[in-house]
């Protein structure tokens, strides 16, 4: 069994990550025909699989199906259902159903392929995951695609709803709110930028950290509407969904 603590974070990732989940599935069971809720729900569930993943390796050492399964979970859906949820907030909602069918639709497709590539043996590491073990080193060129699309929703999201924010009276909260899941969610891109490089440690301290301003930032915006976390025009409008 491996020794080194980081090794060890992503058993903490996960159980955050659980509960983030929950919290989030009971505000989308209030209000169910809000899709951005079932985004979200769905988006920290997949970041929980992929740290599952990670301590499963640290644990009983590495395996074929889970590897795959943290490559899917992480590199392709760490993020990009949380850009999702944001795209619904922000779009039109017959945008963003195109948004949401493409990102599905692109996910299947280097899904199989990273479910088809063969391992390289002499590559894999008994405790430890990197995708440079897929002997298809084209298929990690896919990943980048679904990360963009997670920075530009989902960061530039809580970045553009924060800098509206910062004119409107008692709105701190918000403000800050939105700074934390802004940069939380830059984080395990970082991460995952090293893990790419077979630096994997530093994504297991990114996704904890990442996760946990995320929620922070949910939870200083608590008090509000789910949806004035991303759109204050809507909140401000009173709209509910």
Do not use: C
Not at 5 to 18: D, G, K, R
Not at 83 to 107: E, H, M, N, Q, W
């Amino acid at each position: 069994m491996d020794t080194n603590p980081i090794h060890y974070l992503p058993i903490v990732t996960t159980i955050f990550s659980a509960a983030f989940t929950v919290t989030l599935f009971k505000r989308w069971q209030q209000k169910p025909a809000a899709r951005y809720l079932l985004w979200w729900t769905i988006g920290v569930a997949m970041y929980g699989v992929g740290t599952l993943a990670e301590s499963l390796t640290t644990l009983f050492g590495w395996s074929e199906p889970v590897f795959r399964s943290w490559y899917i979970s992480g590199a392709l859906l760490g993020g990009a259902p949380l850009a999702t949820g944001t795209v619904y907030l922000l779009l039109p909602k017959r945008v963003a159903d195109r948004f949401a069918i493409a990102l599905v639709s692109y996910v299947a497709v280097v899904s199989a392929l990273v479910l088809a590539t063969p391992i390289i043996p002499d590559l894999v590491e008994p405790n430890r995951l990197s995708g440079q073990v897929m002997e298809w080193s084209w298929v990690r060129l896919f990943s980048p695609v679904v990360n963009l699309y997670a920075v530009i929703f989902l960061v530039g999201g809580a970045f553009w709803s924060a800098w509206q924010y910062r004119k409107k009276e008692g709105a701190s909260s918000r403000v800050a709110g939105n700074i934390l899941i802004a940069v939380g969610a830059i984080l395990p891109g970082i991460g995952g930028g090293f893990a790419r490089a077979g630096v994997v440690e530093v994504l297991y301290v990114t996704e904890l950290l990442g996760l946990t301003l995320i929620w922070a930032g949910f939870r200083v915006i608590s008090g509000d509407s789910v949806v004035s976390i991303f759109n204050p025009q809507r909140a401000l409008l009173g709209e509910s969904d």
